[in-house]
């Protein structure tokens, strides 16, 4: 996520770093440098010059440029404006007293709103919403059926009416269908087009006035950078949306749409989308979205992904044993697969604190996982249970189980015995309730 723009930043920033003490002139210059990396990544350019106006007023003061560490004084004031930048802290949704709430999904064709609706009901439902979704979009061909596919998968009742029918009218009858059912949050996805039109704006007025959602969320492709602010400043003209939920940020996303869309439009961000899966949304947390770009990582999401994922009670019994027992490959196996719940390594790796580069060295392939799952469960359960057994007929029975090699089983096996020492010398040492789990 923004690695281009993380890169180029911290090139500016290792200057400010490695110097004892800074001129005017010197911090002038990395503004001046840092102005033109967030134009190369497609901010608004009116956006930049407030903020790096904002920030050299503060940086070239005197407490700044004669503390000790001026280098990291810039730091923090850009990362403070950054922060601000993007609406300082995440906006809750509002939901209604008397349910069903209402959330309006509103976007270009090809922003992605139908996999937002089905996500978005998805994150809702793990936080203890009974969600419905529906079919508006009676011009795109296909769309009605796509959102039913996702229903069906999720389990999520969605409603939808022919072609012919009237989107307000669907609203209408969706609203009314919710109510039956008891579902207390309606999520509509609306039509798009692949550029703003009368007809779409008025349809879409039509059905703001008729329901009075106490949410319209405009879906914006993040990867389209200033096109996408542009979109949403028409938009905020007909509809004065709530919020904003942007997409494909998992793709190679510039950054500008992020850190101009809440300065431009006064409407917050509040949900980013980091993947293709249906569980692949985040609320937008501005302090922490720009620890990430600043190359700092996102310890306090990673932490509450951890916290999700992993199951206490199976975490309390795994210590326990291990003092007992030692650790054991179907131990292996579980922690792998509690560390697939937090989501796409990749993302998760752009969590942590460092260098993109020596980021981008840690990078996992997730088919080894996949690879690591087969190759176990395809021992029996005493191969799991007493490793040491496993000879060189065994390792060939377990690698055409797996659809592996012998070398696959073999360097399976040798990062297993290397873990297991590592976990028995932490229990001698007492330190096994501080193993950070999932490994």
């Known amino acids: 996520m923004f690695d281009a723009l993380t890169a180029r930043l911290e090139g500016v920033f290792k200057k400010l770093r490695g110097r004892g003490k800074l001129s005017e002139s010197e911090v002038k210059e990395a503004l001046r440098e840092i102005r033109r990396v967030l134009l190369e990544a497609d901010v ?53 007293h008397l349910p069903p709430t209402v959330v309006m999904l509103v976007g270009l064709q090809g922003s992605g709103k139908t996999t937002t609706a089905a996500k978005l009901a998805t994150f809702l439902r793990s936080r203890g919403k009974s969600p419905m979704m529906a079919a ?20 999520i009742p969605v409603y939808w009416e022919d072609a012919k029918a009237d989107p307000v009218d669907i609203c209408v009858h969706a609203l009314s269908e919710a109510k039956q059912k008891g579902c207390d949050l309606l999520i509509l996805d609306t039509a798009g087009r692949l550029h703003i039109d009368q007809e779409l704006m008025e349809e879409l007025v039509r059905i703001k006035q008729r329901l009075q959602p106490q949410e319209i ?40 749409a992020a850190l101009s ?22 609320v937008f947390h501005p302090d922490r979205m720009a620890s990430r770009i600043l190359g700092m990582g996102d310890i306090a999401s990673l932490a ?9 009670e199976k975490t309390e019994q ?19 697969q509690q ?72 360097s399976l096996l040798k990062q297993f015995q290397m873990m297991q020492k590592m976990v028995k010398s932490m229990t ?3 330190g096994i309730n501080k193993i950070p789990l999932p490994f």
């Open 217 to 256: 969320l405009l879906v914006a492709d993040g990867m389209t950078g200033q096109d996408a602010v542009n979109v949403a400043q028409a938009f905020l003209q007909k509809l004065d949306f709530t919020g904003v939920v942007l997409t494909k940020l998992d793709g190679d996303a510039r950054g500008g």
């Open 304 to 312: 509450e992904k951890a916290q999700e994922a992993i199951d206490l």
């Open 318 to 336: 795994l210590q326990k044993r291990l003092k007992k027992e030692g650790f054991g490959l179907e131990d292996f196996l579980d922690q792998l």
């Open 44 to 96: 608004n350019y009116k956006v930049v010059k407030e903020f790096i106006s904002r920030v050299e007023e503060r940086a070239v003061g005197e407490t700044v440029l004669k503390s000790f560490t001026p280098g990291q004084q810039v730091i923090k004031i850009v990362y403070d404006e950054l922060t601000h930048l993007m609406g300082d802290s995440a906006k809750q949704m509002t939901f209604s």
């Open 339 to 410: 560390l697939k719940k937090m989501g796409p390594l990749e993302h998760l790796l752009g969590m942590l604190p460092g260098p993109r580069k020596v980021i981008k060295n840690l990078q996992v392939d997730e088919n080894d996982i996949t690879r690591i799952e087969a190759v176990i469960n395809s021992m029996t359960r005493q191969e799991r249970q007493t490793p040491h057994i496993i000879d060189g007929s065994r390792r060939r029975r377990i690698a055409t189980g797996s659809g592996t090699s012998v070398q696959q089983v073999n």
């Open 261 to 282: 869309i809440k300065a431009v439009t006064g409407k917050p961000i509040k949900f980013v989308g980091i993947g293709e899966k249906t569980d692949a949304l985040e």
């Open 136 to 155: 508006v979009d009676v011009r795109r061909p296909a769309a009605a059926e796509q959102l039913q596919v996702l229903g069906r998968s999720l389990n």
């Open 428 to 430: 001698k040492a007492g």
